[in-house]
């Protein structure tokens, strides 16, 4: 079956968000010259984000670290973040560089990024490919934002529903009855 029969609208391309991930690794490198910076992509939803940000970098001392932290049922945010798998290095000292596929009510970054510095992390900073200021209910401030969307559930480009639709190439809203179908 086609894809194309669930898209509502596709908003983003892939050359689009590749564009914006270039654009800011190099803020990044800016920012931090060589000083060691760590990128901590969010699985599973950032995984091709965190991956083109990662590779437009130019600072050696980049290091790439990945975090799992609870998901979602339906569209609805669970109330509860738990670390599903965790740092492999130690945060202490370290410039952090959250990556996040999408920031909705900002509950799971503002947790995350409180747990790090908790843990005695240099700085955190938070990258995301998408988001959703209309929903926001944890006030968090966004270093690096790519990408608006509306206050509608996006799929692609590492954004699922229910686990479809992440391997999409470009980022898009769904048909009602795609909604439906893929519901649980
Ligand atoms: P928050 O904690 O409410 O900010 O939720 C963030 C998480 O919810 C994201 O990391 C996504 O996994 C998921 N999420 C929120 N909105 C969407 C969407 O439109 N599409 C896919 N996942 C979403
Ligand atoms: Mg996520």
């Known amino acids: ?25 190099t803020l990044i490198d800016k920012k931090y ?34 975090m799992v932290v609870s998901s979602y049922k339906n569209d609805t945010s ?8 965790d740092l492999k290095e130690s945060a202490q000292g370290r410039h952090l560089i959250l990556i996040e596929d999408i920031v909705d009510t900002g509950r799971t970054l503002a947790k995350i990024k409180s747990l ?3 843990r ?9 490919m998408c988001t959703k200021p209309s929903r926001r209910e944890f006030p968090i401030n966004i270093d690096y934002p790519a990408f608006e969307v509306p206050n ?8 699922d529903y229910n686990e479809v639709y992440r391997f ?7 048909t009602k009855e795609a909604y439906e179908k893929y519901k649980k």
Do not use: C
């Open 1 to 25: 079956m086609k894809p194309n029969e669930d898209i509502k609208q596709v908003l983003f391309t892939e050359q689009q968000i590749k564009d914006r991930a270039k654009e800011i690794a």
């Open 152 to 159: 509608e559930h996006v799929i692609g480009y590492g954004l």
């Open 120 to 128: 005695g992390a240099a700085s955190v900073e938070i990258a995301t």
């Open 33 to 66: 010259g060589d000083t060691p910076v760590t990128l901590v992509g969010i699985l599973k939803g950032a995984y091709a984000f965190t991956a083109d940000i990662a590779k437009a970098m130019h600072n050696p001392q980049t290091r790439v670290e990945l």
């Open 116 to 118: 790090l510095l908790e």
């Open 78 to 85: 669970l109330k509860e973040v738990q670390v599903i798998l």
């Open 168 to 174: 999409l190439p470009y980022i898009a809203t769904m």
